[in-house]
């Protein structure tokens, strides 16, 4: 079993609508949780993080961890076409020195 | 406000030939990272660094070998390249004992063997 499991999509939606997108993880011991945003050919851009349980908001995302289901989730209200990108979750248990991805869920958002 | 720089986005070289990757970063971090994706693949860690002149292998190391020899510069070393280490090449880096233990990654660097 991997460590950190996320659906690969691909996710198509229409301009305005929520978005969800979710990880799922094996390893309670995980304490920070990240959600990275990569545009086609370039390196993931950190969106948001949490740190232990809770739910986190900036703007139109919102990051969930659900630690008693192993679960967490990116939430994008409002999505817009410059949303399209690839949406990773990663985790660490807090060492700062391993971390484990998830392998990317594909979003376009249609105008 | 660029953070972690790859010194090169594009890279073509050729079988056999040595190919350096260099990474810098100005945020003081502790840990540095090399990782490859691939697709289908996902991010695979290939070296991480704790420290100056200190390393650690991940989980596909042959091929690589990395340098650190001042605590802002990472570099990435692949002694004789081969048309399976096309691939893109991205450089990480973390707080380490303090701060909050997020990875920041660079633009990436795509490399092309031939």
């Known amino acids: 079993q991997k460590e950190v499991e996320q659906d690969p999509g691909p996710l198509s939606v229409p301009e305005g609508a929520i978005v969800s997108l979710n990880c799922t993880y094996s390893?309670?011991?995980?304490?920070?949780f990240m959600w990275y945003r990569q545009y086609s050919r370039k390196g993931p851009e950190l969106l948001m993080y949490?740190?232990?349980?809770g739910n986190k908001e900036d703007g139109r995302f919102t990051a969930q961890v659900d630690k008693s289901s192993k679960y967490i989730s990116l939430f994008i209200r409002d999505s817009q076409p410059s949303d399209s990108a690839t949406y990773l979750c990663?985790?660490?248990?807090?060492?700062?020195?391993?971390?484990?991805f998830g392998t990317g869920t594909s979003l376009t958002v249609i105008p | 406000d660029v953070k972690v720089t790859q010194s090169s986005r594009y890279l073509v070289k050729r079988t056999g030939e040595k190919v350096f990757l260099e990474c810098v970063q100005d945020?003081?971090?502790?840990?540095m990272f090399w990782y490859r994706q691939d697709p289908g693949l996902g991010l695979r860690l290939i070296y991480f660094?704790?420290?100056?002149?200190?390393?650690e292998k991940g989980d596909i190391p042959e091929g690589y070998s990395v340098s650190r020899e001042k605590k802002e510069r990472f570099s990435l070393i692949l002694e004789s390249a081969s048309t399976n280490q096309t691939s893109m090449y991205l450089c990480?880096?973390?707080?380490?004992?303090?701060?909050?233990?997020?990875?920041?990654f660079g633009a990436g660097s795509r490399l092309t063997v031939l």
């Open positions: 990480a880096s973390s707080p380490g004992k303090t701060g909050a233990n997020v990875l920041t």
């Open positions: 390893n309670s011991a995980f304490q920070y």
């Open positions: 660094s704790y420290d100056v002149k200190m390393k």
């Open positions: 949490t740190y232990s349980s």
């Open positions: 945020m003081d971090h502790e840990n």
């Open positions: 990663a985790m660490d248990v807090g060492t700062g020195n391993q971390f484990y």
